[in-house]
């Protein structure tokens, strides 16, 4: 991996954790949206999936450690970032093909939804269930809140995306980058 990769994802993690830590939304009653997911999102949107699954899979070990959560959700939050890193990953880069922005916004925050339900409700879940011991319906019953805040945030930033993609790359790939043939 470049210098220059290692220092973008750097970037991303700390920009998820300080967006995380210090724009606390409350939402539900004791707990807050997750605003670290505009910067995973991003990542996933204009780069590679796997970014955008490090980004927020590290971000979330960072915050939990700075924040003194500490261990609490912590593996299966970053589990299940790397599944939604992976299903939106996948999904948006096939979608992005379509010509019609509307339609590829639309799609791709139907992929979110499923792509956050499937990191939240099963993966972070199942670890959670293992790792506390309880039966895996009352840990996807808790995490419901997580999963439809994290959505939210998920898909509202999917027009950040769109504003933020010619940048982005420049700033990533260099000037010479051209939009329309993407480096991987």
Not at 43 to 52: D, L, Q, S, T
Not at 63 to 89: H, K, T
Request: charged share 15%.
């Amino acid at each position: 991996m470049k210098t220059r990769s290692v220092t973008f994802m750097g970037l991303g993690i700390a920009l998820f954790v300080a967006l995380s830590m210090c724009l606390r939304v409350p939402v539900f009653e004791n707990y807050y949206l997750c605003l670290g997911y505009i910067v995973m999102t991003i990542y996933i949107w204009n780069f590679a999936w796997y970014e955008g699954a490090i980004v927020g899979s590290l971000g979330v070990v960072l915050y939990c450690i700075i924040g003194g959560l500490g261990f609490n959700g912590m593996p299966g939050w970053a589990l299940g970032n790397i599944v939604i890193g992976l299903i939106l990953g996948v999904t948006i880069k096939k979608i992005q093909r379509l010509k019609n922005k509307s339609l590829q916004v639309a799609l791709i925050a139907l992929a979110a939804i499923i792509a956050t339900f499937f990191g939240i409700e099963i993966i972070k879940s199942l670890v959670d269930s293992i790792i506390v011991g309880q039966p895996i319906l009352v840990r996807i019953a808790k995490n419901t809140t997580s999963f439809i805040s994290d959505a939210f945030v998920i898909v509202a930033s999917l027009p950040i995306c769109l504003a933020t993609e010619k940048i982005a790359k420049e700033l990533r790939y260099g000037p010479e980058h051209d939009v329309r043939n993407p480096v991987a």
